[in-house]
């Protein structure tokens, strides 16, 4: 069983910026692609972004292409999410998720295992 934390949410204003973490349990970090996904207020869970298991593969979705960038540390068992230029639009629900795949996906179904969320909440 994997667990995820994540953390760096918060209150910010538009334009600004704020740093995810997603610190995961599992000593076999590196054999997990890692993504982020969202769920705003009344909406869907949402793709964010992907990395692969050693981070040369990125994806990202078109809303947040340029402003956002995924990375990851595997030696600290940590993924993170760079959030620029945020949006009102951005706010949500903010989670990171672990997919034991060669190459990331966009797909949901396809995450194993999920963490419990931090909130962002960008005012206009």
């Known amino acids: 069983q994997v667990r995820l934390v994540e953390s760096g949410g918060g209150l910010v204003q538009a334009g600004g910026s704020l740093r995810l973490s997603c610190a995961a349990s599992?000593?076999?970090?590196?054999?997990?692609?890692m993504g982020w996904f969202r769920q705003g207020p009344g909406k869907e869970r949402e793709f964010v972004a992907a990395?692969?298991?050693?981070?040369?593969?990125?994806y990202y979705a078109d809303s947040v292409k340029g402003r956002f960038t995924i990375s990851r540390d595997n030696a600290k068992n940590t993924v993170y999410l760079q959030m620029n230029s945020l949006k009102p639009e951005d706010t949500a629900v903010y989670y990171c998720?672990?997919?034991?795949?060669?190459?990331?996906?966009?797909?949901?179904?396809?995450?194993?295992?999920w963490g419990q969320g931090t909130q962002v909440a960008v005012s206009s």
């Open positions: 998720a672990a997919d034991l795949i060669i190459r990331p996906t966009m797909d949901a179904r396809s995450y194993d295992y």
């Open positions: 990395i692969s298991r050693s981070g040369g593969i990125t």
């Open positions: 599992e000593r076999t970090f590196s054999s997990f692609a």
